[in-house]
Protein backbone atom coordinates (compact mmCIF):
# COMPACT_ATOMS: atom_id res chain seq x y z
CA UNK A 1 0.00 0.00 0.00
CA UNK A 2 1.62 3.59 -1.18
CA UNK A 3 0.86 6.45 1.06
CA UNK A 4 -0.31 9.67 -0.56
CA UNK A 5 3.13 11.14 0.19
CA UNK A 6 4.35 8.16 -1.86
CA UNK A 7 2.40 8.27 -4.76
CA UNK A 8 2.79 12.26 -5.30
CA UNK A 9 5.83 12.30 -7.77
CA UNK A 10 5.39 15.37 -8.52
CA UNK A 11 7.76 16.86 -5.39
CA UNK A 12 9.48 13.26 -4.54
CA UNK A 13 13.00 13.74 -4.03
CA UNK A 14 13.80 10.43 -5.08
CA UNK A 15 12.56 11.77 -8.71
CA UNK A 16 15.44 13.71 -9.95
CA UNK A 17 14.79 16.98 -12.32
CA UNK A 18 16.19 17.41 -15.87
CA UNK A 19 18.11 19.74 -16.89
CA UNK A 20 16.96 22.25 -20.24
CA UNK A 21 19.82 21.41 -22.73
CA UNK A 22 19.45 25.01 -24.55
CA UNK A 23 17.61 27.92 -24.24
CA UNK A 24 15.50 29.00 -27.83
CA UNK A 25 14.90 32.20 -26.65
CA UNK A 26 18.54 33.63 -26.12
CA UNK A 27 20.02 31.64 -28.81
CA UNK A 28 17.51 32.15 -31.84
CA UNK A 29 15.60 35.37 -30.43
CA UNK A 30 14.15 35.95 -34.04
CA UNK A 31 12.77 32.49 -34.32
CA UNK A 32 11.44 32.56 -30.90
CA UNK A 33 9.69 35.70 -31.62
CA UNK A 34 8.43 34.64 -34.93
CA UNK A 35 6.39 31.84 -32.96
CA UNK A 36 5.49 34.36 -30.31
CA UNK A 37 3.67 36.65 -32.62
CA UNK A 38 2.07 33.49 -34.11
CA UNK A 39 0.77 32.62 -31.18
CA UNK A 40 -1.09 35.80 -30.89
CA UNK A 41 -1.89 35.48 -34.34
CA UNK A 42 -3.43 32.20 -34.04
CA UNK A 43 -4.92 33.24 -30.48
CA UNK A 44 -7.42 36.20 -31.80
CA UNK A 45 -9.36 34.11 -33.92
CA UNK A 46 -10.49 31.22 -31.18
CA UNK A 47 -12.61 31.01 -28.39
CA UNK A 48 -10.81 31.09 -25.44
CA UNK A 49 -11.48 27.92 -24.01
CA UNK A 50 -11.22 26.28 -27.27
CA UNK A 51 -7.48 27.23 -27.49
CA UNK A 52 -6.89 25.81 -24.13
CA UNK A 53 -8.63 22.75 -24.65
CA UNK A 54 -6.90 22.06 -28.19
CA UNK A 55 -3.46 23.36 -26.33
CA UNK A 56 -3.68 20.69 -23.42
CA UNK A 57 -5.20 17.98 -25.85
CA UNK A 58 -2.50 18.31 -28.36
CA UNK A 59 0.28 18.19 -25.61
CA UNK A 60 -1.08 15.50 -24.13
CA UNK A 61 -0.67 13.22 -27.52
CA UNK A 62 3.00 14.86 -27.35
CA UNK A 63 3.59 14.28 -24.36
CA UNK A 64 4.77 17.78 -23.98
CA UNK A 65 4.69 17.56 -19.71
CA UNK A 66 5.42 21.04 -19.97
CA UNK A 67 2.76 22.50 -22.20
CA UNK A 68 0.24 19.84 -20.56
CA UNK A 69 1.20 21.80 -17.13
CA UNK A 70 0.84 25.09 -18.62
CA UNK A 71 -1.71 24.80 -20.88
CA UNK A 72 -3.66 22.92 -17.58
CA UNK A 73 -2.72 26.03 -15.21
CA UNK A 74 -4.06 28.66 -17.66
CA UNK A 75 -7.24 26.41 -18.34
CA UNK A 76 -7.83 26.29 -14.81
CA UNK A 77 -6.92 30.23 -13.88
CA UNK A 78 -9.64 31.17 -16.71
CA UNK A 79 -12.15 29.03 -14.73
CA UNK A 80 -12.22 25.84 -16.72
CA UNK A 81 -13.63 22.87 -14.64
CA UNK A 82 -10.87 20.19 -13.20
CA UNK A 83 -13.37 17.42 -14.47
CA UNK A 84 -13.33 19.09 -18.12
CA UNK A 85 -9.69 18.77 -18.04
CA UNK A 86 -9.41 15.25 -16.32
CA UNK A 87 -11.60 13.88 -18.96
CA UNK A 88 -10.23 15.23 -21.92
CA UNK A 89 -7.31 12.41 -22.52
CA UNK A 90 -10.28 10.49 -22.65
CA UNK A 91 -12.86 12.32 -24.50
CA UNK A 92 -14.11 9.99 -26.66
CA UNK A 93 -15.76 8.05 -23.73
CA UNK A 94 -16.77 11.53 -22.37
CA UNK A 95 -18.05 13.62 -25.18
CA UNK A 96 -21.30 14.66 -22.62
CA UNK A 97 -18.81 17.06 -20.72
CA UNK A 98 -17.89 19.07 -23.90
CA UNK A 99 -20.37 21.21 -26.80
CA UNK A 100 -20.11 19.54 -30.32
CA UNK A 101 -18.30 22.27 -31.31
CA UNK A 102 -15.35 21.93 -28.81
CA UNK A 103 -15.42 17.99 -29.57
CA UNK A 104 -15.18 19.01 -33.57
CA UNK A 105 -12.28 21.29 -32.38
CA UNK A 106 -10.89 18.21 -30.07
CA UNK A 107 -10.87 15.72 -32.75
CA UNK A 108 -9.50 18.04 -35.44
CA UNK A 109 -6.43 18.41 -32.90
CA UNK A 110 -5.93 14.47 -32.76
CA UNK A 111 -6.00 14.46 -36.85
CA UNK A 112 -3.24 17.14 -37.13
CA UNK A 113 -1.23 16.29 -34.15
CA UNK A 114 -0.70 12.46 -35.29
CA UNK A 115 -0.43 12.98 -39.09
CA UNK A 116 2.13 9.98 -39.76
CA UNK A 117 -1.10 8.22 -39.06
CA UNK A 118 -2.45 9.56 -42.12
CA UNK A 119 -4.05 12.66 -43.55
CA UNK A 120 -6.74 14.78 -41.54
CA UNK A 121 -10.16 12.65 -42.22
CA UNK A 122 -12.83 14.12 -44.61
CA UNK A 123 -15.55 13.27 -42.15
CA UNK A 124 -13.23 14.94 -38.98
CA UNK A 125 -12.50 18.03 -41.06
CA UNK A 126 -16.64 17.95 -42.41
CA UNK A 127 -17.55 18.47 -38.76
CA UNK A 128 -15.45 20.89 -37.73
CA UNK A 129 -16.51 22.80 -40.87
CA UNK A 130 -20.12 22.42 -39.59
CA UNK A 131 -18.61 24.14 -36.23
CA UNK A 132 -16.39 26.83 -37.45
CA UNK A 133 -16.98 29.23 -40.04
CA UNK A 134 -13.79 29.24 -42.49
CA UNK A 135 -11.96 32.41 -40.83
CA UNK A 136 -12.64 30.29 -37.23
CA UNK A 137 -11.61 27.21 -38.85
CA UNK A 138 -8.39 28.93 -40.28
CA UNK A 139 -7.69 30.55 -36.74
CA UNK A 140 -8.19 27.11 -35.46
CA UNK A 141 -6.02 24.99 -37.77
CA UNK A 142 -3.37 27.90 -36.83
CA UNK A 143 -3.70 26.96 -33.09
CA UNK A 144 -3.50 23.35 -33.60
CA UNK A 145 -0.25 24.00 -35.66
CA UNK A 146 1.06 26.37 -33.00
CA UNK A 147 0.75 24.03 -30.47
CA UNK A 148 2.61 21.23 -32.20
CA UNK A 149 5.35 23.36 -33.03
CA UNK A 150 5.69 24.46 -29.30
CA UNK A 151 5.81 20.83 -27.84
CA UNK A 152 8.58 20.08 -30.75
CA UNK A 153 10.45 22.37 -28.86
CA UNK A 154 9.26 22.37 -25.35
CA UNK A 155 10.11 18.55 -25.94
CA UNK A 156 13.31 18.62 -27.91
CA UNK A 157 14.88 21.13 -25.18
CA UNK A 158 13.56 19.37 -22.19
CA UNK A 159 11.70 22.22 -20.52
CA UNK A 160 11.61 21.42 -16.86
CA UNK A 161 7.54 21.22 -16.22
CA UNK A 162 6.21 22.33 -12.47
CA UNK A 163 7.18 25.53 -11.89
CA UNK A 164 4.80 27.56 -14.55
CA UNK A 165 2.69 30.06 -12.81
CA UNK A 166 -0.27 31.85 -14.89
CA UNK A 167 0.35 35.29 -15.78
CA UNK A 168 4.06 34.97 -15.35
CA UNK A 169 6.49 35.12 -18.23
CA UNK A 170 9.25 32.70 -16.43
CA UNK A 171 9.08 29.80 -18.12
CA UNK A 172 7.06 30.45 -20.22
CA UNK A 173 7.73 29.83 -24.91
CA UNK A 174 4.58 32.51 -24.77
CA UNK A 175 1.81 30.47 -26.37
Known sequence: MTT???????????????????????LVPDAYKAMIRFATAAKKGVDPVIFELVQIRASQINHCAFCVDMHTKDALAAGESVERIVQLS??????????????AAIELTEAVTVLTDGFVPDAVWERAAKEFDEKELAHLVAAI???????????????????????????????
Open 90 to 103: AWEESKHFYTAKEI
Open 145 to 175: TLINGWNRISVTTRMVPGHYTPGSTAHRPAN
Open 4 to 26: NTESNHSHDARLPEHTPRLNMAE
